[in-house]
């Protein structure tokens, strides 16, 4: 059974940092392509960043330069640093696998559960 369990949600002050994670389990992780997405209250889901077991990267649109994912394909995690929050920064984040590279959510065959970040004013 594949599970991804998100870590490190939480409160951060605008213009802070917060480092998320996700484990991977169940899975052969250096096949997958991990990626991150959002969802804001009323919002659709976005797409944050992905990376392949290779360690290219791939952002979407405005996250390159605050958001920087990386993984650790012997622990079998990937990782979503986040810097100089901004107030519509405030998500739920969730980590995907997909086995191509994509920003396309439909293309990602499993999800976990999320974590909340929240970004105070």
């Known amino acids: 059974q594949v599970r991804l369990v998100e870590s490190g949600g939480g409160l951060v002050q605008a213009g802070g940092s917060l480092r998320l994670s996700c484990t991977a389990s169940g899975l052969t992780f250096r096949r997958y392509t991990l990626g991150w997405f959002r969802q804001a209250p009323g919002k659709e889901r976005e797409f944050v960043a992905a990376i392949k077991w290779s360690d290219y990267t791939y952002y979407g649109d405005s996250m390159e330069g605050r958001f920087t994912i990386s993984r650790d394909n012997a622990k079998n995690m990937v990782f979503l640093q986040m810097d100089s929050a901004k107030h519509e920064d405030t998500a739920v984040y969730c980590c995907?696998?997909?086995?191509?590279?994509?920003?396309?959510?439909?293309?990602?065959?499993?999800w976990g559960q999320g974590t909340q970040v929240t970004v105070s004013s």
């Open positions: 995907a696998a997909a086995t191509a590279m994509s920003g396309n959510s439909r293309d990602y065959d499993y």
